[in-house]
């Protein structure tokens, strides 16, 4: 069996905007996930073996916070918008 069946999409059209949305916020949310990696990485190395004041690390520190920000947020449009979407795929199927 296929991931998404191709006759449920062509019975129910709002599921191909919820694939779309469900892989533009996948996107997103992978890219935060390597920005906040990266960030943590920068702290880490610069703080514990370059032995930098957290003052210095301010900007990687508010880095890591952003991309945890966007990498959340990203992950809650994706489960409200599935959801939603099943929700209604559901009710289009059933008339």
């Known amino acids: 069996m296929r991931p998404v069946d191709p006759e449920l999409i062509r019975r129910s059209g709002s599921i191909r905007s919820a694939v779309v949305v469900t892989v533009l916020t996948g996107l997103i949310a992978a890219a935060a996930s390597v920005i906040q990696a990266g960030a943590a990485a920068a702290v880490v190395t ?15 520190v508010a880095a890591f916070v952003a991309a945890w920000t966007l990498r959340i947020s990203a992950n809650t449009v994706q489960d409200v918008w599935a959801r939603r979407s099943g929700l209604r795929a559901v009710a289009a199927l059933r008339s």
């Open 46 to 60: 610069r703080a514990f073996l370059q032995h930098q004041p957290l003052a210095q690390l301010s900007g990687f």
